[in-house]
């Protein structure tokens, strides 16, 4: 019985010992087979923004619908800027108020603040009034808001019934203004011209339905342009480029787009090369030359594919011997170019291309050509460099930075009277001397208070607006402000 019994014990142990031993390979086999990525998606620079929602046939959006008068009134202080980048396309301000060196204890006052609705759209200013489009979450709409300079009072806003989920923001662009119109572009890609006076509403254009435009990740970023009678915007999908009449919304030119160049955050510069005005624009797909003036316009000049960034924000920047600077973020770089040609008959040559590590990237806002120099904040992805505000001889190399103790995030920056005016992401402004020699800064002071302090900054009669992602703040600079003071 006893051996019996001991065998018994035996065959048993030794079963317990095989299943358990079964059992654990096929937990190892389970282990190392199993992919826990296999329900996850590659992520691509650029490509976690992606705005969530789906244009439909039955979306009715009547651009321009509502209006709404308030008690402010159109101030008579000086001052202009009245489109993206200033009154010429480079950030630089052409006005010759002298502004302070410093600020003292305190930093400059905030003369009046606004609250917003949450983006990055940055202001114009044009005869004693501030234009800037804006998203009422409230009460879901686009709305071009009108405020006096002087006080902030707002005088007027029109806009639109439109859904649009936050994502980094919602409003993202810069209205152009003249004496008479105001243009702006909505995030989904709605374009709307109206009376700079009274807001009476002229005409609107949905890029969408109209030309198959596909908005942008983080939703549309270019400004529009006015030039002379016309709008100038680039759609991307039916049309790379038009030209829409300011008075009556009707399309008097187009350019083809046959190979279906996207829409990008970049906006539309022009230039002049040989005698030949033409738009530039960067896409994601290329770069491209389109004729301005005469019979040709609208006609394609040149163009390289040999820029293609996954996401572009930044503008072209022109050089007068026909150069042009390009560059993006997440990971891409930066590119030169040289347009060569005349007469209608044009071709473009890229000089060099740099990664971000390199020389000069951005990946936000566009750098700074002045005095023969560029000047721009390196993007996250430039190694130790990162977020530092640098001069960079067009050559190719860097000439000095801010400094690994001075970085500014995806910061705006201008330059007026001098002096780099630099907002970084916290609300925080410096200014720094414009030289090529070295890093000079003058002064800081925190200005806002708030988040993601991205939109650009805009100067008129010494006054700057800048913001946050939901608040807009008027501050002078003049000096004859703090020599009073003094």
Known sequence: ???????????????????????????????????????????????????????????????????????????????????????????????????????????????????????????????????????????????????????????????????????????????????????????????????????????????????????????????????????????????LMIGVDLETGEVAWETPNPRRWPMSHSSIIPMTFNGTKMYVYSSTRGIAGIAAEGEDRGKVLWETEEWSPSVVAPSPVIFQDGRIFITAGYGYGSMMIQIHGENGFFSAQPLYSMAPEEGLACEQHTPVLYKGHLYGILPKDAGELRNQFVCFNPKGSIVWTSGKTNRFGLGPFLLADDKFFILNDDGVLTMVEASADSYVQLDSAEILDGRDSWGPLAIAGGRLLLRDSKRLVCIDVRKERFSDES
């Not at 976690?48 to 009715?60: A, F, I, K, N």
């Not at 702006?184 to 949905?206: E, I, K």
């Open 1 to 239: 019985m006893e051996l019996r019994s001991s065998l018994l014990t035996k065959v048993i142990t030794t079963s317990v010992v095989f299943l358990f031993a079964a059992g654990a390979g096929v937990c190892l086999w389970w282990w190392f087979s199993y992919n826990p990525t296999v329900n996850l998606l590659e992520r691509i620079p650029g490509m976690d923004g992606s705005p969530e929602y789906l244009t439909t046939p039955e979306e009715v959006i009547r651009i321009g619908e509502h209006f709404a008068k308030f008690e402010g009134i159109s101030s008579d202080l000086p001052g202009t800027w009245s489109r993206f980048r200033g009154e010429n396309f480079d950030n630089i301000s052409i006005e010759t108020v002298s502004l302070a060196d410093s600020w003292g204890e305190g930093g400059p006052e905030v003369l009046w603040s606004v609250d917003l609705g949450e983006g990055h759209a940055a202001p114009v200013v044009l005869n004693g009034r501030v234009y800037l489009m804006d998203y009422d979450e409230e009460n879901q709409r686009d709305v071009l808001r009108c405020f006096s300079l002087s006080d902030g009072r707002e005088i007027w806003q029109r806009g639109y019934r439109i859904h649009v989920k936050r994502n980094h923001g919602m409003s993202r662009t810069i209205p152009a203004v003249t004496d008479k119109y105001v243009v702006t572009m909505g995030p989904r890609g709605h374009v709307m011209s109206v009376d700079a006076v009274t807001g009476n509403f002229l005409w609107g254009l949905d890029l969408e339905k109209g030309y198959g435009t596909t908005v942008p990740l983080w939703y549309t970023a270019q400004c529009p342009l006015i030039d002379g009678h016309l709008a100038i915007v680039a759609p991307g999908g039916k049309a």
